[in-house]
């Protein structure tokens, strides 16, 4: 799995490591946040997860990386997640996230 340390703040979209695997609806919740050094701030309620964690429940899921970073910034008006996802991932018709 790629390795992620941001110098600067980035906007990403990551998996939430604390979502239930008993709960088979929770188990992949993509979450969008702002990336910076080691850690990875959640915009929707401002939780923070060290990179290493998130990468950690990824790998458990299997999935190719668990954290997507965009490629220009949404501007500050706007709600961090533009209407688009990251290059990597697609939203598919069965309402969840995947990668490509």
């Known amino acids: 799995m790629k390795n992620f340390y941001f110098e600067k703040p980035t906007q990403l979209m990551?998996?939430?490591?604390t979502t239930y695997p008993e709960i088979s609806w929770c188990?992949?919740?993509w979450e969008i946040g702002i990336g910076y050094k080691?850690?990875?701030i959640n915009g929707e309620d401002g939780r923070i997860f060290s990179i290493e964690e998130v990468i950690k429940y990824a790998d458990s899921l299997?999935?190719?990386?668990?954290?997507?970073?965009?490629?220009?910034?949404?501007g500050l008006s706007?709600?961090?997640?533009?209407?688009?996802?990251?290059?990597g991932?697609?939203?598919?018709?069965?309402?969840?996230?995947?990668?490509?």
């Open 14 to 17: 990551f998996i939430d490591p």
């Open 27 to 29: 188990v992949k919740n």
């Open 38 to 40: 080691n850690e990875i």
């Open 62 to 74: 299997n999935l190719k990386q668990g954290i997507y970073t965009y490629e220009t910034w949404v």
């Open 78 to 87: 706007e709600e961090i997640h533009g209407g688009e996802e990251p290059e």
């Open 89 to 100: 991932l697609y939203f598919g018709e069965d309402g969840e996230y995947h990668e490509n």
